[in-house]
């Protein structure tokens, strides 16, 4: 079964980090791109960062770059985000995402939660 | 880069149809064909329901089916049932490697 499982969420007070990690199962990881997406209470969804598994280039919403870092280990299975200097406005739940087709992603993890709050 | 506009709320009946629109600009849902559709119940992570404009991951049922004219993309549920009470969410490329995605809409089976 094809899956994705996310965990390092919680709470953190402003300008903290946090470290995301996404495991991937049930198919070649390093095969696919991958993408962190966001979405903030009662919001829609965000894109944040994505890593390209061909050309290994990665990209990163106006929102977040300088402050997350995506990072993958392709012998573990494993997607990272690096959150550091973090603001109330990073509160969401952050999924973990396979790019597929056309910029979607076909596949998502169940997320995980962020609160950044004193 | 701005999110693209989808109406906050859609409804109708069992059995009919409702089509649920988003509204982007030239450099996102006007210049290119990446636009796809998710469908997300309650507490529950997105799932794919349109990719690339017109084309259905396979298992979903082909009462789901995507458009697009200029910059306006357009999701079209028929023969409503009650499971596809949702929020609905649009997305594009939007150059320059961005995703772009819209506000989300709230489908009620009525």
């Known amino acids: 079964e094809v899956q994705l499982v996310e965990s390092g969420g919680g709470l953190v007070k402003p300008g903290g980090s946090l470290r995301l990690s996404c495991a991937a199962s049930?198919?070649?990881?390093?095969?696919?791109?991958m993408s962190w997406v966001r979405q903030a209470p009662g919001k829609g969804l965000e894109w944040v960062s994505t890593?390209?598994?061909?050309?290994?280039?990665?990209y990163y919403a106006d929102s977040v770059k300088g402050r997350f870092t995506i990072s993958r280990d392709d012998a573990k299975n494993s997607l990272s985000l690096q959150m550091t200097s973090l603001r109330a406005e990073d509160t969401a739940v952050y999924y973990c995402?396979?790019?597929?087709?056309?910029?979607?992603?076909?596949?998502w993890g169940q997320g995980t939660t962020v609160t950044v709050s004193s | 880069q701005s999110a693209l506009t989808q109406p906050p709320s859609a409804s109708g009946s069992p059995g009919q149809s409702v089509t649920i629109s988003c509204t982007g600009t030239?450099?996102?849902?006007?210049?290119?064909?990446?636009v796809s559709w998710y469908q997300q119940h309650p507490g529950k992570a997105p799932k794919l329901m349109i990719y690339?404009?017109?084309k259905r991951p396979s298992g979903v049922p082909d009462r789901f089916s995507g458009s697009k004219s200029g910059n306006t993309a357009s999701l079209t549920v028929s023969g409503l049932q009650a499971e596809d009470e949702a929020d609905y969410h649009c997305?594009?490329?939007?150059?320059?490697?961005?995703?772009?995605f819209g506000g989300g809409t709230k489908l009620t089976v009525l």
């Open positions: 995402a396979r790019d597929s087709s056309g910029w979607s992603r076909d596949v």
């Open positions: 049930g198919f070649t990881f390093s095969g696919y791109s």
């Open positions: 690339e404009v017109t």
């Open positions: 997305s594009s490329y939007g150059g320059s490697n961005n995703l772009v």
């Open positions: 030239s450099s996102d849902i006007g210049g290119y064909n990446s």
């Open positions: 890593f390209s598994s061909r050309t290994r280039n990665i």
